[in-house]
């Protein structure tokens, strides 16, 4: 059960935003875990502080005078808690502790990992890669980058981009063999295949109509970085996501094949645990990455 403070905090956001979904985005929690605080606060007090209707909720005059004298108490044990005291950006430090798949880890937030402690020299970050999902509360993970949802409301969990895939091979090869007709025709075609040790199987190749897996591949490898260079190289054709397939493509190293057939494409999220106080370095952190992952996002759909 929350304490009176919390309860507080919760109905002032309330108030304020005029929204019970809008505040529940605001302080990472859930709709339901707004509305039963509310619900909770009414009881204490034994009048209603909002007017609810299916198609709006309005603050009674009480739920007002209360707004009023709770943000102004707020106010009050925040500074007496120096809750909310305006340190210098540059005086932020710490350790914050991110996770993410390998390939990602690599390829897209290191970069911008490398800006940020530019930006925050005092704030220590600790990337830890995999690609097994990690269990960020019990392992004390304060940021994560998955793909596909995060559908767990333990979590504060935001969509960053769309990553689609393409389906590509070097100009040599495909010079040599030509391109296939659709996807029944890649059987016919030399394949690179990326070995997922977890299934004992290869990846498949995605398409929005079906998955199709590398049979009788040339070439076989479990590390991504080998598979692009045998794709770059003409062993076979192979499937990379388009972050690590756009630069090859600009620079004339590899042509994407079968375009006209839409391929698959994963959500990547950003997420940190809901429950408990949340530093202020990792808020930072979580912004500064949210920003520079959307805008590589809005760049790729131009």
Known sequence: MLNLTELLRI??????????????????KSPQAVTRAVQELERRRGEILFYRTTRQRR?????????Q???LLLQEMDTLLNLNQDADDEKLSGTVTL???????RKLLFPFIRDFMLVYPEIQVS?????RHSDVIDEQIDIGVRTGFVRDNRFVARKIMDISFYLLGSPSLIHRTGVPADIDDLINFPSVA???????RFWPWM?????WFPRSPTFVTNDLDMYCEAIKNGLGLGQLPDFMARPYITAGLLVPVLRHIEAASWGLYLYRPQTGPVSRRTRVLFDFLSDRLN???QKNNA
Do not use: W, Y
Request: hydrophobic share 45%; charged share 20%.
């Open 127 to 131: 990337l830890m890669l995999s690609d």
């Open 194 to 200: 990326l070995h997922d040790a977890a299934s004992n």
């Open 11 to 28: 109905f002032c956001m309330v108030a304020e935003s005029g929204s019970f979904k809008e505040a529940a985005v605001r302080l990472g």
């Open 207 to 211: 398409f929005e109509q079906r998955n």
């Open 99 to 105: 996770t993410a798949p390998v390939v990602f880890g």
């Open 69 to 71: 004298k709770s943000k």
């Open 59 to 67: 603050i009674t005059r009480q739920g007002e005078i209360l707004a």
């Open 295 to 297: 805008s590589v996002g």
